[in-house]
């Protein structure tokens, strides 16, 4: 076994884990991005329904009022 073939060997499983710790943070970063996007639809429709449910109730003291 010459030391070419050590040295090639080992530049090879550098680059091989190189290649999977950036696989690894682009699916980190696209996971992120999705739960911050996740979170982000959460809050609106939380507020959706707060706005909804003051309008529901809204209706309902005038629809009582008008009884």
């Known amino acids: 076994m010459s030391i070419f073939s050590i040295n090639d ?3 090879y499983n550098s680059i091989l884990s190189q ?7 682009k ?3 696209k996971i992120s991005f999705a739960n911050a996007f996740l979170k982000q639809n959460a809050s609106k429709l939380n507020e959706i329904q707060n706005a909804n449910s003051q309008t529901l109730a809204r209706s309902e003291i ?3 009022n008008n009884a």
Do not use: P, V
Not at 19 to 25: D, I, P
């Open 9 to 11: 060997n080992s530049n």
């Open 19 to 25: 290649a999977k710790a950036n696989k690894e943070s």
């Open 27 to 29: 699916e980190n970063s």
């Open 62 to 64: 005038l629809s009582n």
